[in-house]
């Protein structure tokens, strides 16, 4: 089942991102625009409130399609936090962790393969 609904999202994605682009050439197409962009999309709008209506989208996601979709990673992490470096520093603050919640182990020997840049948990 849950295999079934992965591949659901992942067609309706491709076939939002197919049909989303545009035919001109000289732009860049992303898929996600930048914090600048959303500000430029809707300028009346503070960026908490920007934030608010991502975070509401999340759980309706989540209540409708019934998964639990958590996008993490090195990258995510990144985006997030207010002091990026500090993921580096080992003096840092809890609040950004440890750093071994982004180690790939290996399920039999428990030892580590490699970094997870991007990671969606079910």
């Given at each position: ?112 393969e490699g970094l997870s840049f ?5």
């Amino acid at each position: 089942m849950k295999a079934n609904l992965a591949l659901f999202a992942l067609v309706s994605f491709a076939l939002l991102n197919a049909a989303g682009q545009s035919n001109e050439t000289g732009t860049l197409a992303t898929n996600q625009p930048s914090q600048a962009g959303l500000l430029n999309l809707a300028p009346g709008l503070p960026a908490e409130k920007l934030r608010g209506m991502a975070r509401f989208q999340t759980t309706t996601l989540t209540r409708v399609l019934g998964v639990n979709l958590e996008v993490d990673g090195v990258l995510p992490r990144l985006r997030r936090a207010d002091h990026p470096l500090h993921l580096i520093n080992p003096l840092a603050p809890a609040e950004y962790g440890t750093g071994f919640e982004n180690l790939s182990l290996n399920p039999r020997t428990h030892q580590v393969e490699g970094l997870s840049f991007l990671a969606l948990r079910f």
